[in-house]
């Protein structure tokens, strides 16, 4: 079974004309490809009407509401994470019981809050009471502040998983920019925390370093906005893995991971 | 297929499997790829990169499946000696990456490259960049190639014809529409950078600049050899437009370096 932990969707509210063909391109690329879930979110109006990392209650509100419609509307084939921002603590927890609610089976948290900011405890303690795992947007070694967004690293997303040492932790995208080696070390002794292997970058050796830092337990399979890149990696694996660890990097961890049933 | 942007030797800022001759024969096997332009990554940083051709020259006279790009610096003091030993030996283009070789990419030297390779008919190759800007070695600061740089290549020489590696479609759109049609004719673009699904980006140049002008492009062992693959089987190509961008685009430029052609 493969899943694609780290998938998004657009909507109609997205700011782009061509959202319609966007999510079209995916799921068909998807099929393509033989993925049979994409666990996506929708980081608000993705800039439209508040910033892609910033976004407001309310784009947040109507962001989540359009996901749940996309699963409604495609069925297993699209599972979603409720997309939060942790500074608006009350919404966020609220926003996250109302998806859960609704058969959102993750939570995602990207750039709005540093990832050991005491700010995110609610929402962990949440994501561990609703039984979530949480995906959390990771610049690779985020050696300065980056404009538009308040980016953390793995060493930031460490600590957090630490204090929640029952939650999933899924850091994002090693391939997504940024230093993945200064990664591979952060989360070497942090067993909650597994890397998605989504993102653009397709260099040779991060996934053999990926394996040799945390295993073929701890490695979820994911394209991002890249499915081309995703694909090549999936192939690579396929050469790589022994079988056994080749489907739990496919999809069995995200089978483990997620509440009971979400792929049913 | 032919691989366009493979890479010989070891990588300066961290380390790569698969560097070898024999390892790259490995991968060109495990893709289906039938043959790869490689270039001597060491010498790419080298004071004098022309020191690593001659390797690469031994090593793709023993080794069919491989054509030697050879690395011409020309600030250089006799850098057109480098250039007739790489005609010699049947190197199928030069490149020079300004970025890494510390010189104006369009300065005087790098103009007098493109007209140079041009008199001898080689193909000049450049890279946008080896890696994402994000993750370089903090003491990796060459700058990327330009869209502007290039387009003043292809105005230098109106013979000249280039070849630019990880590029993507901001950047290829960039010099295309910003060439005359003759110009842009003397220019092709590998896949390495260009992006599929969901954005399509790939699936839009190839509809609005066409197959002709793409070849295929891995960047490996730097980057993983079954992307471009990947990105191919993504979109819905004719038999005849894949063929052209896996093959014989590639194929019509080795053809113009052959000892009859």
């Given at each position: 079974?493969?899943?694609?932990?780290?998938?998004?969707?657009?909507?109609?509210?997205?700011?782009?004309?061509?959202?319609?063909?966007?999510?079209?391109?995916?799921?068909?690329?998807?099929?393509?490809?033989?993925?049979?879930?994409?666990?996506?979110?929708?980081?608000?109006?993705?800039?439209?009407?508040?910033?892609?990392?910033?976004?407001?209650?309310?784009?947040?509100?109507?962001?989540?509401?359009?996901?749940?419609?996309?699963?409604?509307?495609?069925?297993?084939?699209?599972?979603?994470?409720?997309?939060?921002?942790?500074?608006?603590?009350?919404?966020?927890?609220?926003?996250?019981?109302?998806?859960?609610?609704?058969?959102?089976?993750?939570?995602?948290?990207?750039?709005?809050?540093?990832?050991?900011?005491?700010?995110?405890?609610?929402?962990?303690?949440?994501?561990?009471?609703?039984?979530?795992?949480?995906?959390?947007?990771?610049?690779?070694?985020?050696?300065?502040?980056?404009?538009?967004?308040?980016?953390?690293?793995?060493?930031?997303?460490?600590?957090?998983?630490?204090?929640?040492?029952?939650?999933?932790?899924?850091?994002?995208?090693?391939?997504?920019?940024?230093?993945?080696?200064?990664?591979?070390?952060?989360?070497?002794?942090?067993?909650?925390?597994?890397l998605d292997l989504s993102g653009s970058g397709v260099d040779g050796g991060m996934l053999e370093g990926a394996l040799r830092a945390v295993g073929a337990e701890r490695l979820l399979w994911g394209a991002d906005v890249t499915l081309c890149t995703g694909w090549a990696k999936l192939r690579y694996l396929e050469r790589l893995l022994p079988p056994a660890d080749f489907a739990l990097v496919s999809g069995g961890n995200a089978v483990r991971i997620f509440p009971p049933g979400a792929f049913a | 297929m032919i691989d366009v942007n493979a890479f010989l030797g070891s990588?300066?800022?961290?380390?790569?499997?698969?560097?070898?001759?024999?390892?790259?024969?490995?991968?060109?096997?495990?893709?289906?790829?039938?043959?790869?332009?490689?270039?001597?990554?060491?010498?790419?940083?080298?004071?004098?990169?022309?020191?690593?051709?001659?390797?690469?020259?031994?090593?793709?006279?023993?080794?069919?499946?491989?054509?030697?790009?050879a690395t011409i610096h020309p600030g250089l003091p006799h850098w057109e000696e480098d250039l007739t030993a790489a005609a010699a030996a049947g190197a199928v283009a030069v490149r020079a990456d300004p970025g890494l070789l510390g010189l104006a990419p369009a300065g005087a030297e790098m103009l007098a490259l493109v007209r140079a390779a041009a008199a001898m008919d080689l193909p000049l190759l450049s890279a946008v960049r080896l890696e994402d800007g994000r993750g370089r070695h903090p003491l990796d600061v060459a700058p990327e190639l330009a869209p502007w740089a290039v387009r003043q290549w292809l105005r230098a020489d109106p013979a000249v014809r280039i070849v630019i590696t990880h590029a993507d479609r901001g950047f290829i759109e960039e010099v295309h529409h910003g060439s005359t049609p003759a110009e842009a004719a003397r220019i092709w673009w590998d896949i390495s950078w260009v992006w599929g699904p969901p954005d399509d980006h790939l699936a839009h140049l190839l509809a609005t600049i066409g197959p002709a002008r793409f070849l295929f492009g891995s960047g490996q062992p730097l980057r993983l050899a079954e992307t471009p693959g990947a990105r191919l089987d993504l979109l819905s190509l004719s038999p005849a437009d894949r063929a052209a961008i896996t093959l014989e685009n590639a194929a019509s430029l080795e053809r113009r370096r052959s000892p009859s052609g």
């Open positions: 079974m493969l899943i694609d932990v780290h998938a998004h969707f657009f909507h109609d509210r997205s700011g782009r004309a061509d959202w319609r063909e966007r999510n079209r391109s995916r799921l068909d690329a998807g099929a393509r490809i033989g993925i049979r879930c994409h666990v996506a979110s929708i980081l608000g109006s993705w800039g439209h009407t508040s910033p892609t990392y910033f976004p407001s209650p309310a784009d947040l509100t109507e962001a989540n509401a359009a996901l749940r419609g996309l699963v409604a509307e495609h069925g297993p084939r699209i599972r979603g994470y409720v997309a939060v921002n942790p500074n608006h603590t009350g919404h966020a927890v609220a926003e996250l019981e109302a998806g859960v609610a609704g058969g959102m089976i993750g939570l995602k948290l990207a750039a709005s809050r540093r990832a050991d900011d005491p700010l995110l405890d609610p929402l962990c303690e949440a994501a561990r009471r609703l039984r979530l795992p949480v995906l959390h947007h990771i610049w690779q070694f985020r050696r300065r502040e980056w404009p538009g967004q308040e980016a953390s690293d793995g060493v930031e997303l460490c600590r957090l998983a630490a204090r929640h040492p029952a939650v999933s932790f899924i850091l994002a995208h090693i391939g997504g920019g940024g230093d993945w080696l200064h990664t591979l070390r952060a989360v070497r002794h942090a067993p909650n925390v597994l | 990588y300066p800022w961290r380390r790569v499997p698969g560097t070898s001759p024999d390892a790259l024969r490995a991968a060109l096997d495990r893709t289906g790829i039938s043959r790869a332009w490689v270039t001597h990554l060491p010498g790419l940083f080298w004071k004098d990169p022309a020191e690593g051709n001659g390797w690469l020259f031994d090593v793709v006279a023993r080794e069919p499946r491989f054509r030697a790009v």
